[in-house]
């Protein structure tokens, strides 16, 4: 075989089964995830995978290296993923809901528990009320528990601050979590959101068009470059379509890639919001029309798909199937937050996609990583392993992928690899 060079930060090898989810073929690997047996990974200087292929083939490479020696990693003979894409969190608060939690459990609808000043309200007066340490402290915690989990990218929204203050002090948290002296080297890449239009705050009870006007005119212009995406909750307990679109056009004007929270609770427009106005992605999607998919299909929209939020509110699940077989791209998140999905775990949604909504294994790996860096418009650089882009793998304590999803309630996930 004739000689291969290459520069090389590590090389992962030893890999018992690389499912590699690659868009593009690999020599040597088979199925819809391109899987390929007894592989290794060369990752270059700058951490982007510059070549995949059999263990073997590596022992007659010659490696250059600007540092000595080459970071050779050993597998062992794991399965061997990308990292999970968790596209759609809430991590960025203080306090808990968990009286709420039992409080639906009794009966009392989302609706109400609203109208009582808790849900949203009470994260957000907890929230305003933390300490900046307090909510950094807080967000590193979570992280690690996602890290722990599988997950190498989440995108981290703001909307429980809502007014000027609190809102730029989360944004700047969630900024911040991208380069925190607290992370380890196998840092979660972090995508900020703004989403001041998650709730009306109290003090705007009786004249929610001023707070409309403060997110348009003060709060959009203000974060422009603090946050890669706008979102707003669409939804009669929230924001109207007519408020929704107002928003919405004022961020993409500054630049803004936009997301919607989508017809969850009753079928609120969202969806047709999100085609019209060119959304990256529409989230939830419980009351999404068939004429609503269609719409999203025919522009381009991920469909993300958040059953944590099913699990918690014994709400039926949405059918990933329905999606599928509209033609969608169909992403899987976690909503990560405490009143209506309180669990970091892509594992547990990816078993619940299975096993509630009609995806098979290799849709879910799909809809978990490569589309969901697509629900972030980074699938370039994230979601599957192929070569150019970030390493970020996720190492399992099992020997066949097959067993993902098939060994439930339980934490699979041996550690994750940031190059």
Same mark, same amino acid.
């Given at each position: 075989?004739?000689?291969?060079?290459?520069?090389?930060r590590?090389?992962?090898?030893? #890999?018992?089964?690389?499912?590699?989810?690659?868009?593009?073929?690999?020599?040597?690997?088979?199925?819809?995830?391109?899987?390929?047996?007894n592989?290794?990974?060369?990752?270059?200087?700058?951490?982007a995978?510059?070549?995949?292929? +059999?263990?073997?083939?590596?022992?007659?490479?010659?490696?250059? &290296?600007?540092?000595?020696?080459?970071?050779?990693?050993?597998?062992?003979?794991?399965?061997? &993923?990308?990292?999970f894409?968790?596209?759609?969190?809430?991590?960025v608060?203080?306090?808990?809901?968990?009286?709420?939690?039992?409080?639906?459990?009794?009966? @009392?609808?989302?609706?109400?528990?609203?109208?009582?000043?808790?849900?949203?309200?009470?994260?957000?007066?907890?929230?305003?009320?933390?300490?900046?340490?307090?909510?950094?402290?807080?967000?590193?915690?979570?992280?690690?528990?996602?890290?722990?989990?599988? &997950? &190498?990218? $989440?995108?981290?929204?703001?909307?429980? /601050?809502?007014?000027?203050?609190?809102?730029?002090?989360? *944004?700047?948290? #969630?900024?911040?979590?991208?380069?925190?002296?607290?992370? +380890?080297?196998?840092? #979660?890449r972090?995508?900020?959101t703004? *989403?001041?239009?998650?709730?009306? +705050? +109290?003090?705007?009870?009786?004249?929610?068009?001023?707070? @409309?006007?403060?997110?348009?005119?003060?709060?959009?212009?203000?974060f422009? /470059?603090?946050?890669?995406?706008?979102?707003?909750?669409?939804?009669?307990?929230?924001?109207?379509?007519?408020?929704?679109?107002?928003?919405?056009?004022?961020?993409?004007?500054?630049?803004?890639?936009?997301?919607?929270?989508?017809?969850?609770?009753?079928?609120?427009?969202?969806?047709?919001?999100?085609?019209?106005?060119?959304? $990256?992605?529409?989230?939830?999607?419980?009351?999404?029309?068939?004429?609503?998919?269609?719409?999203?299909?025919?522009?381009?929209?991920?469909?993300?798909?958040?059953?944590?939020?099913?699990?918690?509110?014994?709400?039926?699940?949405?059918?990933?199937?329905?999606?599928?077989?509209?033609?969608?791209? $169909?992403?899987?998140a976690?909503?990560?937050?405490?009143g209506?999905?309180?669990?970091?775990?892509?594992?547990?949604?990816?078993?619940l996609?299975?096993?509630?909504?009609g995806?098979?294994?290799?849709?879910?790996?799909?809809?978990?990583?490569?589309?969901?860096?697509?629900?972030?418009?980074l699938?370039?650089?994230?979601?599957?392993?192929?070569?150019?882009?970030?390493c970020?793998?996720?190492?399992?304590?099992?020997?066949?992928?097959?067993? #993902?999803?098939?060994?439930?309630?339980?934490?699979?996930?041996?550690?994750?690899?940031?190059l």
């Open positions: 075989m004739e000689q291969q060079q290459f520069q090389a590590a090389i992962v090898r030893n #890999i018992g089964q690389l499912v590699s989810v690659a868009q593009t073929p690999i020599d040597g690997a088979s199925g819809p995830l391109q899987v390929l047996s592989a290794a990974i060369v990752v270059d200087n700058d951490g995978i510059s070549w995949i292929g +059999p263990d073997h083939e590596v022992d007659a490479m010659q490696v250059c &290296t600007d540092q000595q020696p080459v970071n050779v990693v050993d597998a062992y003979g794991c399965v061997v &993923t990308p990292g894409v968790d596209s759609h969190t809430h991590l608060f203080a306090g808990d809901r968990a009286e709420e939690f039992h409080l639906r459990r009794q009966g @009392v609808g989302y609706g109400e528990l609203l109208r009582q000043g808790r849900g949203i309200l009470t994260t957000m007066n907890a929230t305003r009320s933390a300490s900046t340490e307090m909510l950094m402290d807080l967000a590193l915690k979570r992280l690690d528990s996602l890290r722990a989990h599988g &997950t &190498t990218t $989440v995108e981290v929204k703001t909307g429980y /601050g809502l007014n000027m203050e609190a809102e730029e002090r989360c *944004l700047r948290i #969630i900024n911040d979590l991208n380069c925190s002296p607290s992370l +380890p080297h196998e840092h #979660i972090v995508v900020p703004f *989403l001041g239009a998650h709730s009306v +705050p +109290p003090e705007y009870r009786d004249r929610r068009s001023a707070y @409309v006007d403060l997110v348009v005119e003060e709060m959009l212009p203000a422009a /470059g603090m946050a890669r995406f706008c979102d707003v909750y669409c939804e009669r307990e929230a924001f109207s379509l007519e408020e929704c679109r107002r928003i919405l056009t004022r961020a993409r004007e500054l630049g803004y890639q936009l997301k919607v929270h989508a017809d969850q609770l009753s079928p609120s427009g969202g969806s047709q919001l999100a085609a019209e106005l060119g959304a $990256v992605s529409a989230d939830h999607l419980d009351y999404a029309s068939d004429a609503d998919l269609e719409a999203m299909r025919a522009s381009g929209v991920v469909a993300t798909l958040l059953p944590g939020c099913s699990y918690t509110l014994r709400s039926p699940y949405p059918s990933a199937r329905r999606l599928l077989d509209h033609g969608l791209t $169909v992403a899987l976690t909503d990560f937050n405490p209506t999905s309180y669990s970091e775990n892509m594992q547990m949604m990816l078993g996609a299975m096993s509630a909504m995806m098979s294994l290799e849709e879910a790996l799909n809809a978990t990583t490569i589309n969901g860096a697509r629900a972030l418009a699938q370039e650089q994230a979601g599957s392993l192929e070569i150019g882009k970030r970020e793998l996720a190492l399992w304590s099992i020997h066949d992928y097959h067993e #993902i999803g098939y060994h439930f309630g339980t934490n699979l996930i041996q550690s994750i690899m940031v």
